[in-house]
């Protein structure tokens, strides 16, 4: 299959979204998301969601003509409403706000609300790193994993990323979902009639099982059992009943035009290292990091997918052939 360059990508995303209803503003965002996570290898937030968002984009459970706003609530708090849009859009908001506010404040936080999908968290709080600020990122999803010692699913996958600076280097990205794996995986193994391995998921009766569609009906395992849990739990908190959002439990589904909105919830917070009366962040993150590469085998998180990221800048990506098929090439 041929490659594009991720620019002729992106161009080629938007252009699809905004040929399905999606305001030219609101489609670069999403392309934008899109394209990086496939570059970065994240194929479950990359182009496997684009049949889903138009989907939802063309039903009108995606408002594609919806432009988000923030309020300032208070010094360090800011409200953004994604008025039941794509959450990029209003992530990019919240991004392009927070640096003055923590700026005046040394910690300040965003939240989300009549949100959607916000893809690889990484890509979000590794921009507020690239320009010097600590990042946490927190997100609810629809339904998916079952409290500990229950069946029925109340929390989402509910993924967590954090980014800090590291002096003279990319930023360190940690970037994860609170199941065993994320959803977007199984999504993509199901679009493509795959199995799924073990352990991934359990089946509407609580058993484990390896068919991807079964397991979209089911549960999701928790990462680490009753502690992967219990952060769901704190992560439902911060991401869904801070931001007024719909709990996990409530919300629609990310992956068809059945029902309303899904209306859930993201909320940022930022941290200025610069705003806690010492200079000694930059050396301390800097030796954290050298004692962490010293072990032989032992790497930083985020080096794979930042490999990855360069590799698709040099080579380009290629496009989903069945999507080419249907709306012409880059």
């Not at 970065?40 to 063309?58: A, N, V």
């Not at 794996?181 to 009766?205: C, H, S, Y």
Request: with cysteine; charged share 15%.
């Amino acid at each position: 299959m041929s490659k594009v360059s991720l620019e002729a990508a992106r161009a080629w995303v938007a252009g699809v979204f905004i040929g399905n209803g999606a305001r030219a503003e609101a489609a670069r965002s999403v392309a934008a998301a899109l394209v990086r996570a496939e570059a970065e290898g994240l194929k479950g937030h990359g182009l496997s969601r684009i049949p889903t968002y138009l989907t939802m984009l063309t039903s009108g459970k995606i408002d594609g003509a919806a432009v988000p706003t923030a309020r300032r609530v208070r010094a360090a708090t800011l409200a953004v409403d994604a008025a039941n849009g794509f959450a990029y859009p209003a992530v990019d908001l919240a991004l392009a706000e927070l640096p003055a506010i923590v700026a005046e404040t040394g910690i300040a936080a965003a939240t989300i609300s009549r949100s959607n999908h916000a893809g690889a968290l990484g890509a979000h709080v590794e921009a507020l790193a690239d320009r010097g600020l600590i990042a946490l990122f927190f997100a609810n999803t629809p339904e998916a994993i079952a409290p500990a010692g229950g069946t029925k699913a109340v929390y989402g996958t509910n993924p967590i990323a954090f980014a800090c600076p590291l002096p003279g280097r990319p930023a360190i990205v940690v970037d994860l979902a609170l199941s065993t794996v994320a959803r977007g995986n199984i999504v993509a193994a199901n679009q493509k009639g795959e199995a799924i391995p073990e352990g991934w998921a359990l089946d509407t009766e609580g058993q484990p099982t390896t068919d991807a569609a079964k397991a979209l009906k089911g549960t999701m395992v928790a990462l680490g059992g009753p502690k992967g849990t219990a952060l769901a739990l704190m992560v439902e908190v911060l991401a869904a009943a801070l931001t007024g959002a719909h709990l996990a439990f409530e919300a629609s589904s990310f992956l068809d035009d059945k029902g309303p909105p899904p209306g859930t919830g993201q909320t940022i917070l930022v941290i200025d290292p610069a705003g806690f009366g010492h200079g000694a962040f930059g050396e301390r993150i800097t030796t954290l990091a050298g004692a962490i590469e010293a072990q032989a085998g032992a790497r930083l998180p985020g080096q794979r997918r930042l490999a990855l990221r360069q590799k698709a800048e040099a080579e380009g990506i290629a496009l989903p052939a069945d999507l080419v098929a249907k709306y012409g090439p880059a």
